[in-house]
């Protein structure tokens, strides 16, 4: 599924930008530039690549387009993790340590499959929560590189913008002799700054941020899934594993077994 905020986002700040243009001018065509594009563009991407491991910078973005898919984790899908949760201390009770094994080989998440496939190994719980904790922390990190990087480009575009400001100026400065020609210069030196500016605060900026915001997001539902696995291996009560879950959660997205609200009074009849 389209990410709504984001596409909302990049159209409405596009309209914004046109809307301007056109209020002031139905000359449009002048804030177009082929030459500031390549200088701002292509001067930011080719640094990335020379600052950056091919594969990272790939990723990066690979991981600006996913900012247009809706993530599948939300206020519901970890209620309904929260509901796993107590499932899974079913079945590992009804089937002992093949419960582990079963709950891996069913599950579609890979970072669910890789805790319940070292639980059925027969590790300890706190084995489990190193374990489990390395794995998020490393994932975390490996995959805030591209967060990294697109913030190194935001950071970037503006001075490539001033390179194209100055190159703009030196071929101005060259035809003073001639005033009919100093305009495709001022056009350059203006259009490369404006561009810096726009790819910086409209592109790599919030895609920066929206990268991180995701990934920290996820990194939360694992350690989520993490601490139910780890109360599933101490044998706690159900109950408890879910309102040890729900203590994560917002009050007003909490999961209760009863189908109310977790500690809810039970009205007499």
Excluded at 2 to 15: A, K, Q
Excluded at 96 to 121: H, M, P, V, W
Aim: hydrophobic share 40%; proline share 3%; charged share 20%.
């Amino acid at each position: 599924m389209i990410s709504l905020s984001t596409v909302c986002g990049v159209v409405f700040g596009f309209l914004v930008i046109a809307l301007g243009i056109l209020h002031e001018t139905k000359d449009w065509q002048v804030f177009l530039s082929l030459g500031s594009f390549a200088i701002v563009f292509g001067g930011t991407v080719t640094v990335t690549f020379i600052g950056f491991r091919f594969q990272y910078v790939w990723n990066a973005f690979r991981a600006t387009l996913k900012i247009f898919v809706k993530q599948d984790i939300s206020s519901k899908s970890l209620i309904q993790d929260v509901r796993l949760a107590g499932e899974w201390s079913k079945k590992v009770q009804a089937e002992g340590q093949n419960g582990y094994d079963s709950i891996a080989k069913s599950s579609k998440d890979e970072f669910t499959r890789y805790i319940f496939t070292l639980a059925s190994t027969g590790y300890k719980p706190d084995d489990i929560r190193e374990f489990g904790t390395t794995n998020i922390e490393e994932h975390y990190f490996r995959h805030l590189q591209g967060s990294t990087i697109l913030t190194s480009m935001g950071s970037m575009t503006p001075a490539f913008g001033l390179v194209g400001t100055l190159l703009g100026l030196i071929v101005m400065l060259g035809k003073l002799e001639d005033p009919s020609k100093l305009g495709p210069g001022l056009s350059l030196a203006l259009t490369a700054t404006l561009y810096g500016l726009l790819f910086a605060r409209f592109v790599f900026m919030p895609s920066s941020t929206k990268v991180k915001q995701t990934l920290s997001i996820e990194r939360f539902r694992h350690y989520l899934i993490l601490e139910a696995l780890v109360l599933i291996m101490e044998k706690k009560p159900a109950m408890y594993i879910q309102d040890k879950m729900n203590s994560y959660l917002d009050r007003k997205d909490q999961y209760s077994m009863f189908g109310d609200k977790p500690g809810a009074a039970k009205k007499g009849k």
